[in-house]
């Protein structure tokens, strides 16, 4: 049975850090990327951050840059986002999501478009209060 399964999100005040974690398992990674997705009430799903395993390639939107942080522990097949310095605009409810097979006749860019992903998790609300 294939999970992706994230935690670690709550209520937090502006300023402050909170930890993400991304656990996947029942199938087999072959050149993911994992990516984290948020999408707030009343807006669209937007892409945070991503990292490919196996080069730990990463990518950041430009509204978190500096301030997230994402890492892999490929051993665990788990991925972890580190938030520090989070504002009252990063409230939302944050996915991640899993390319099993980074697709190299795309771009790294690509993986920002929901569709080039596998596997979704149920989701971790971060409220963030100002």
């Known amino acids: 049975e294939v999970q992706v399964v994230e935690s670690g999100g709550g209520l937090v005040q502006a300023g402050g850090s909170l930890r993400l974690s991304c656990a996947a398992s029942?199938?087999?990674?072959?050149?993911?990327?994992i990516g984290w997705f948020r999408q707030a009430p009343g807006k669209e799903r937007e892409g945070v951050s991503y990292i490919s395993a196996s080069d730990s390639s990463t990518y950041y939107a430009h509204s978190v840059d500096g301030r997230f942080t994402i890492s892999s522990d490929n051993a665990k097949n788990t991925v972890y986002l580190q938030m520090n310095s989070l504002k009252f605009e990063d409230t939302a409810r944050y996915y991640c999501?899993?390319?099993?097979?980074?697709?190299?006749?795309?771009?790294?860019?690509?993986?920002?478009?929901?569709?080039?992903?596998?596997?979704w998790g149920q989701g971790t609300q971060v409220t963030v209060s100002s």
């Open positions: 999501a899993v390319a099993r097979m980074r697709n190299r006749k795309r771009g790294f860019w690509d993986y920002t478009k929901d569709e080039m992903y596998d596997y």
């Open positions: 029942g199938f087999t990674f072959d050149d993911p990327v």
